[in-house]
């Protein structure tokens, strides 16, 4: 089964470079949206549901620890898997993401076979089938 991933990053060619990975990694992926920061990705989630969250931390606007918060005080949006990548990878702040509700921490760079792992992880994959459903095909994004 395929599934719907948002980058939140304020750099667009770090974006670029998740994308490319989560391509390389073979990770099914449906519809791939992008926000420059967690005002923008609330934005996004509010016309459009997701199954994933790859965010950044440090972002003009609103942080990724910000919209963590901010994901995590809504009961519809706190179900939504957030993976952190950063290069601030200090156990204190990786303990911090994850005591806020973050579910993974993904050190940058990072290979896509991590990415792939991960996000299978935090999704309850099995087997790479999404919730024990069928697999889907590749989706172009």
């Known amino acids: 089964m395929s599934c719907n991933v948002m980058i939140v990053d304020d ?3 770090m974006r670029a470079v998740i994308k490319k990975i989560l391509k390389l990694s073979g990770f099914d992926v449906d519809v791939c949206y992008e926000a420059q920061n967690g005002r923008e990705a609330l934005a996004v989630l509010a016309e ?3 199954d994933v969250i790859i965010t950044d931390l440090n972002m003009p606007e609103m942080d ?3 919209m963590i918060k901010t994901l995590q005080a809504d009961d ?3 179900r939504i898997p957030v993976v ?3 290069t601030e990878a200090s156990r ?3 303990d911090e993401v994850l005591r806020l509700g973050a579910r993974a921490f993904m ?3 990072f290979l896509p076979e991590e990415l792939r792992n991960t996000l299978q992880t935090v999704l309850g994959f099995k087997d790479g089938v999404y919730g024990g459903g069928g697999e ?3 989706g172009d994004f």
Do not use: A, H, Q, T
């Open 136 to 138: 889907g095909e590749e």
């Open 76 to 78: 519809l949006y706190r």
């Open 84 to 86: 952190v990548v950063s």
């Open 48 to 50: 459009s549901w997701v």
């Open 11 to 13: 750099s667009l060619s």
């Open 92 to 94: 204190e702040r990786m």
């Open 107 to 109: 050190k940058k760079p």
């Open 64 to 66: 990724g620890i910000e």
